[in-house]
């Protein structure tokens, strides 16, 4: 079950750069999607979601965009700061359906110093 | 800042016993999820729960596991007979209303 791909496994920026994390998906059903950050021994944590409406979203130095003809969504970082080194999740879901969270399998982001 | 609590942080288990994951969401928040995540792999959805029933569940959730909301605080994950293959990290959610969601930090299972 493939429904949502990160096909970069592993991405490296250097400090104050930008980072583009990507994400396709295969359902066009999907009509939400959320970025979630994730550090070692800790659980995944929200950043940035975007509706299927949208084209858009930004939350500070986040911005998702989402290609919905191409089924691709990515997450902008700007600046990248060596904080932001984690595993970036990017997940999908029906929002009128029944709560189903496809997640993909993550792309880890190194920034550094 | 309220936060979704889970415990053990690590459970360990020997094959074919019952174990029981243990999970406090956010007090005023109504669905609930559990995931799990196999050692390198991606985050799988296990089920969500709202209104005291099940609102989804994966092909992963078979009969072997349950979800219980005992006490309207506690959410609970059981699986009653454990398989080698179940060994990964356990983590609830939970969510106000979808689609955000808050993690706990997770409950380490090693079947042996």
């Known amino acids: 079950d493939q429904q949502v791909k990160q096909n970069s496994p592993s991405l490296s920026v250097q400090e104050g750069r930008i980072s583009i994390l990507n994400c396709d998906y295969t359902?066009?059903?999907?009509?939400?999607f959320l970025w979630y950050k994730k550090y070692p021994a800790e659980g995944p944590t929200f950043l940035i979601s975007?509706?299927?409406?949208?084209d858009k979203n930004e939350d500070g130095r986040f911005t998702v965009f989402l290609n919905k003809s191409a089924k691709h969504l990515s997450l902008h970082i700007v600046p990248s700061q060596p904080g932001d080194s984690a595993v970036y999740f990017c997940a999908a879901t029906i929002i009128s359906g029944t709560y189903k969270y496809i997640f993909g399998t993550g792309t880890r982001l190194k920034v550094l110093a | 800042e309220p936060e979704v609590t889970q415990t053990p942080s690590h459970q360990v288990t020997q094959m074919g016993q019952e174990v029981i994951l243990r999970c406090v969401p956010i007090?005023?928040?109504?669905?609930f999820y559990w995931y799990r995540q196999i050692l390198g792999q991606k985050v799988e959805f296990l089920v969500s729960?709202?209104?005291?029933?099940?609102?989804?569940k994966s092909e992963i959730f078979d009969d072997q596991f349950s979800v219980e909301r005992p006490d309207g605080s506690n959410f609970t994950l059981k699986i009653r007979s454990t398989k080698l293959e179940d060994s990964a990290m356990y983590f609830c959610a939970s969510s106000p209303l979808p689609p955000a969601q808050h993690f706990g930090d997770g409950t380490r299972l090693s079947i042996l």
């Open positions: 007090s005023n928040h109504l669905y």
């Open positions: 729960f709202y209104n005291n029933e099940i609102s989804e």
């Open positions: 359902n066009s059903m999907f009509d939400y």
């Open positions: 975007i509706s299927s409406i949208k």
